[in-house]
C-alpha cells in the first residue's frame, strides 16, 4: 500500500489513527514547533485532505499556523473563526429551517463534514439537539431514508457478501474500533420492515454515545446486516438503497450472523456488539446463542430494562417500598416489556423472592388482550408470564361508560365486534390492582373503547402540573411511553376525535406537538 500519501501499512495489530494516518518523526514535529495535536494526528496529510476527513476538518477554526502547516492556506476564508461563532452559526441557521426532518438532514450534513463541532452543538443544546438525530425524528428519517441519503456512514454487509464479511470489515479505515451497533431493520422504533433505510438507527444511537459517554467517534461502528425487506413498499420504490428482495430464510440468515459476528471479533478484539431493532423472532435467540460466547448485549431487551429497573428503585426510595411487594403491569409484550420483567424477576430474585413467585407479579397485556395460561397462540418469550388469572375466560358486561359512548355513535366502525374481547382485557386489568403500570408497546387501542376506569383515574396526573415526578412516584408508578403511529406520538391527535384511549393533544412531553396535557 502507498505510504508516501498518509496512507499507512495495516497488519500490526495495533490501534492506529483514523484512516490509518501516520505520526510524524521527531524531526517534524521540531521543524514546526506551533503544530497543535489536531496537526500531529493529521501527520502528512495536508490540504483538502484534511478538510475531508470530518474527524480531522476544523472548517474555518482552523488556526494561522495549522493552516500553514497543513496547506491550508487559500482553502479557507481568511478570517478565523473560534468555534463558538461557529457553532452560533450552525444553531441560528438550524432553527430558521421549518421541519424537524430538514433540521436532521442539516445535523446529518454538518456530522460528515465536521464531527467536532457537531458534538458541540449536540453537547450545548441536548434538550433541543438529540430528538432532532435521534427519536422521535429518526423514525421519520429512515422511513425517508432513500431520498435524503447524501453519504454512506458505517459499513452494509449485504446478503450477496456472505463468505466475504471479513473483508468488508477489513475495508473499515478505523481499526481501534470498541463498540459495533447492528441492526437488521426488521423492527426499527414502532415502524416495523424498513430493511436498509433502518441504518439511521444504529448511526444515531452512536452518535448519542459518543455525545453523552465520551465514546470517541472513530472507535463507533454501525452496521446494517441487509438481508432484505418483506416491506412491498420498500422493493417497488426505485430510491430504496437496499437489496430488492424478500428476507433471506432463517437458515441462511443465521449463517450470515454468525459469519459476521465472528469476523468482528476477529478484527476487533474486545469490541462489544450491540444488536438492535431485530424482530421478536430473531432477537431473543441471537441474545440467547450469543450472551455467553462475546460481549454483547441487545438495547431492546436489556438497555430499556436497565432504564426502568434504575427508575423503579428511585420511585420505591421516595415511596419506601420494596420491590417485591409491587405487582407490575406491562402494557406490551414485545422485546421491551419481556425484557423488563426478567430484569425486574432478577432483582426481586436477589432480594430474597424465589424467581417463579417473582415472576408472578410481572403480568404482560399483548395485542390480543392479558397473557393468561390457556391461550394457545402464546410466543415463546410470553410462556413464563402467562398466569393463571380470577375471571379465566369469562367476560363481563359492557360498562356505563362504554354503553353511553355507543349509544351517542362514538366507536370507530368495527370496534363493536371487537368489544367483548376488549372489555374482558379490561375487566382482568381492573381485577390485577397492579401497582405500576409500563407502556411498552408500538399500537395504540389495546382496550379499544372499554378501557379500565382504574387507569385513566391513575393516569389523571397531567404531566404540565408541577411536581408529576413526586406524585407518580408517591402512585409508584412508572410510565414508559414509546411512539405509537407510524410518525412518532406527536402525530396522534389525527386518531384521537374518535377514541378514549389515544391522547387528544400531542403524546409525551419531549414531542415537538406536546401541548401539556395527557
Known amino acids: 500500500m502507498r505510504t508516501q500519501t498518509g496512507v499507512s501499512r495495516r497488519g500490526s495489530g495495533k490501534p492506529s489513527r483514523p484512516h490509518g494516518i501516520e505520526q510524524p518523526d521527531k524531526s517534524t514535529k521540531e521543524a514546526t514547533p506551533a503544530m497543535t495535536k489536531q496537526e500531529g494526528q493529521a501527520g502528512i496529510l495536508r490540504g483538502y485532505a484534511v478538510l475531508r476527513d470530518p474527524l480531522l476538518n476544523k472548517g474555518t477554526a482552523f488556526s494561522e499556523a495549522e493552516r500553514d502547516a497543513l496547506g491550508l492556506r487559500g482553502l479557507l476564508p481568511p478570517n478565523v473563526a473560534t468555534q463558538d461563532e461557529q457553532a452560533t452559526r450552525v444553531i441560528k441557521n438550524l432553527r430558521r429551517l421549518p421541519t424537524s426532518l430538514e433540521k436532521h438532514i442539516a445535523l446529518t450534513a454538518l456530522h460528515d463534514r465536521n ?6 452543538i449536540v453537547t450545548d443544546h441536548p434538550d433541543e439537539i438529540t430528538p432532532l438525530i435521534y427519536t422521535p425524528t429518526v423514525g421519520l428519517a429512515c422511513q425517508e431514508y432513500g431520498r435524503i441519503f447524501q453519504k454512506p456512514r458505517g459499513l452494509f454487509i449485504g446478503a450477496n457478501d456472505r463468505g466475504r464479511v471479513a ?3 477489513a475495508n473499515w479505515p478505523y481499526r481501534d474500533v470498541a463498540i459495533i451497533v447492528v441492526t437488521d431493520g426488521e423492527r426499527i422504533l414502532g415502524l416495523g420492515d424498513l430493511g436498509a433505510n433502518g441504518m439511521g438507527i444504529p448511526v444515531g444511537k452512536l452518535a448519542l454515545y459518543t455525545a453523552c459517554a465520551g465514546i470517541p467517534p472513530e472507535r463507533c461502528l454501525p452496521v446494517m446486516l441487509d438481508v432484505g425487506t418483506n416491506n412491498e413498499a420498500f422493493l417497488n420504490d426505485p430510491l430504496y438503497i437496499g437489496l430488492k428482495h424478500k428476507r433471506l430464510p432463517r437458515e441462511a440468515y443465521d ?3 454468525e459469519e459476521f459476528v465472528t469476523a468482528s471479533c476477529r478484527a476487533f478484539p474486545g469490541v462489544l456488539i450491540q444488536f438492535e431493532d431485530f424482530a421478536n423472532h430473531n432477537a431473543f435467540r441471537l441474545l440467547d446463542k450469543y450472551r455467553d460466547r462475546i460481549c454483547t448485549f441487545n438495547d431492546d431487551i436489556q438497555g ?4 426502568v429497573l434504575s427508575g423503579l428503585f428511585s420511585s420505591l426510595r421516595m415511596t419506601g417500598g420494596k420491590l417485591t411487594d409491587q405487582k407490575v403491569l406491562f402494557l406490551g409484550a414485545g ?3 419481556t425484557g423488563i420483567a426478567d430484569l425486574i424477576v432478577s432483582a426481586m430474585s436477589l432480594q430474597g423472592l424465589p424467581r417463579d413467585e417473582a415472576r408472578r407479579h410481572c403480568w404482560l397485556v399483548d395485542s390480543r388482550g392479558l397473557v393468561v395460561r390457556g391461550r394457545t397462540e402464546l410466543a415463546s418469550h410470553k410462556l413464563a408470564y402467562a398466569h393463571e388469572h380470577a375471571l379465566g375466560g369469562k367476560g363481563a358486561a ?5 354503553r353511553r359512548g355507543r349509544r351517542r355513535g362514538k366507536l370507530h366502525r368495527g370496534h363493536t365486534a371487537r368489544h367483548g374481547r376488549d372489555q374482558r382485557t379490561a375487566d382482568r386489568v381492573c381485577a390485577l390492582q397492579s401497582d405500576i403500570e409500563s407502556r411498552v408497546h408500538s399500537r395504540g387501542g389495546l382496550f379499544g ?3 379500565p376506569r382504574a387507569l385513566r383515574v391513575r393516569e389523571s396526573v397531567r404531566p404540565g402540573h408541577a411536581g408529576r ?4 412516584a408517591a402512585a409508584g408508578q412508572q410510565l414508559l411511553h414509546f411512539p405509537r403511529s407510524r410518525h412518532g406520538c406527536h402525530r396522534l391527535r389525527r386518531e384521537a376525535r374518535h377514541r378514549r384511549d389515544v391522547p387528544r393533544r400531542g403524546g409525551c412531553a419531549r414531542c415537538p406537538g406536546y401541548a401539556g396535557r395527557p
Not at 304 to 307: E, L, M, N, P
Not at 398 to 402: G, K, L, Q, S, T
Open 115 to 120: 464531527e467536532t463541532l457537531f458534538f458541540r
Open 167 to 169: 473483508k468488508l470489515l
Open 255 to 257: 449463517e450470515l450472523v
Open 304 to 307: 430499556t430494562a436497565a432504564v
Open 335 to 337: 422485546e421491551a416489556a
Open 398 to 402: 359492557p360498562d356505563r361508560d362504554h
Open 449 to 451: 373503547n372499554a378501557r
Open 469 to 472: 415526578q413526586d406524585l407518580r
